[in-house]
């Protein structure tokens, strides 16, 4: 006999459910040898605590019913309540934080003091023709400075 | 656990008892919705890895003791049948929870393969294959628990 066709025996059905003479079969295989003896007993053992598993009788608590009843009435006046009022309920704490974020940050724009900034303050001691020309302010030439210089120049490169 | 679990079935057949519409069994419905229960609780608790000689009790391992290698019709004591059961509860903790509904409904229960399929809403053949792994599984954690005790006194299988 096959000790892999043994321990299939074994493994597809539960022991109780074995046909006599597939029982049969297994207890005279097992005698003669050990690897499918300890297969047919270790089988034999798990079909014993899984039966007292089941068996074993599960007394409830004598609050159980009590318990079950609460639970369900809880249940049923959650469902009771509308939709946007549970939609309230889970979202308030987020929207009231929004809310006072919002306030917040409206007050601090109309009322905090404007502070110029420093690119504001650089930008105010240039003016534009300074920064397009490179020079600062103190060295300026004035419009027709400017005007003369250009026109000088061409007259020359004329000439 | 158990009365967690039963108070979870009560209160989804309460909720759900306008979708049951009469068709099938009414023990067929609520079995349904306790599986479905159960196999949710079971899949959210934690898997104990394998387990091992050590991780054994001193009750658990007499235990073993006394059952090994013996015919397995001795009368049981009220204390061994306990031990038994939770032996049977580690064993279990160590297989999927598919696993564990398969094995306990069909080895514990008695349950067919179609009743099974029923209850879970799973093919037969997915049924057969996971009750077919459930009891390899606790045959070879079984065998390796049970160590040399496995083949009796005689090196034979008590008939």
């Known amino acids: 006999m096959n000790q892999k066709h043994i321990i299939e025996i074994l493994d597809n059905s539960p022991l109780p459910g074995l046909s006599p003479g597939d029982l049969e079969l297994v207890k005279s295989h097992s005698n003669e040898c050990e690897s499918c003896a300890r297969a047919y007993q270790a089988a034999r053992l798990s079909t014993m605590i899984i039966g007292e598993r089941v068996s074993s009788p599960i007394e409830p608590s004598p609050f159980f019913q009590t318990r079950v009843m609460a639970a369900w009435r809880e249940r049923q006046a959650l469902e009771n309540v509308p939709a946007w009022s549970r939609l309230w309920r889970s979202s308030r704490a987020l929207v009231s934080s929004m809310a006072l974020t919002t306030a917040a940050l409206g007050v601090l724009s109309f009322f905090a003091p404007a502070i110029p900034s420093a690119a504001d303050e650089t930008a105010s001691t240039y003016s534009a023709e300074a920064v397009l020309m490179g020079q600062q302010s103190e060295d300026q030439m004035s419009y027709e400075q400017v005007l003369n210089t250009i026109y000088n120049d061409d007259d020359d490169d004329v000439r | ?148 005790k496995a083949v009796g006194r005689e090196g034979k299988v008590a008939q």
């Open chain 2, 1 to 148: 656990m158990v009365e967690e679990a039963a108070q979870e079935v009560f209160l989804k057949a309460f909720t759900q008892l306008d979708s049951y519409e009469g068709r099938g069994s009414m023990e067929g419905w609520l079995t349904r919705i306790a599986t479905n229960t159960c196999l949710n609780i079971l899949r959210s608790a934690k898997r104990r890895p394998e387990l091992s000689v050590a991780d054994l009790t001193e009750d658990e391992s007499h235990w073993f003791d006394t059952n090994a290698g013996t015919a397995g019709d001795e009368q049981q004591t009220v204390e061994d049948k306990l031990v038994a059961s939770d032996l049977a509860d580690k064993l279990l903790d160590t297989l999927p929870a598919e696993d564990q509904v398969a094995l306990l409904m069909m080895d514990g229960e008695n349950a067919s393969v179609k009743e099974v399929a029923e209850a879970t809403g799973w093919s037969e053949s997915k049924v057969k294959v996971r009750a077919f792994r459930a009891r390899r599984k606790l045959r070879e954690t079984m065998e390796k628990l049970l160590g040399p």
